[in-house]
């Protein structure tokens, strides 16, 4: 089995809109920045907005499970890897790992698995050689 090198795909704090009634960060927070690390992830692999937009292609969430470790309030800084964990021939299958970056903590983890889609077509389609180049090159020497 292939093993990846995670890569990290964000950074920022949490300011005071994103805390819920409870006062600690909201699930639509997470989810957010979760987000975000995902479209870094998927570039730093070619996918990048240019060119999907160029090839007429998408990546769109088949599957995404969150557990939530710790509580994150305002004004925390945060930081998220994220790890190819299975390179499909229409798929890819990651994690991201959200932790505190005072502490290095991790405080929420999330596992996706995205499909590369024609946006024409309406199908998923094979992923381009780009995606599997760039996956080589997060190889872990073991």
Same mark, same amino acid.
């Given at each position: ?29 997470? @989810?957010?920045?979760?987000? &975000? ?10 996918? @990048? ?33 994220? &790890?190819?964990? &299975? ?21 929420? @983890? ?28 997060? &190889?872990?020497?073991?």
């Amino acid at each position: 089995m292939t093993v990846y090198r995670p890569i990290e795909t964000y950074r920022g704090v949490v300011y005071p809109w994103s805390i819920d009634h409870v006062g600690h960060m909201n699930v639509a927070s997470y @989810t957010a920045r979760f987000d &975000e690390a995902t479209w870094q992830f998927l570039g730093a692999l070619g996918l @990048t907005p240019s060119y999907l937009t160029q090839h007429g292609r998408s990546a769109v969430a088949a599957d995404q499970r969150t557990q939530y470790e710790r509580e994150v309030l305002s004004g925390s800084l945060l930081h998220v890897t994220s &790890e190819l964990r &299975e390179l499909g021939r229409k798929s890819i299958r990651f994690t991201h790992v959200m932790f505190d970056s005072e502490s290095d903590v991790v405080v929420a @983890t999330t596992d996706l698995v995205g499909v590369y889609f024609d946006l024409v077509g309406r199908t998923s389609v094979d992923l381009p050689d780009i995606v599997r180049e760039a996956a080589k090159r997060l &190889e872990r020497d073991e």
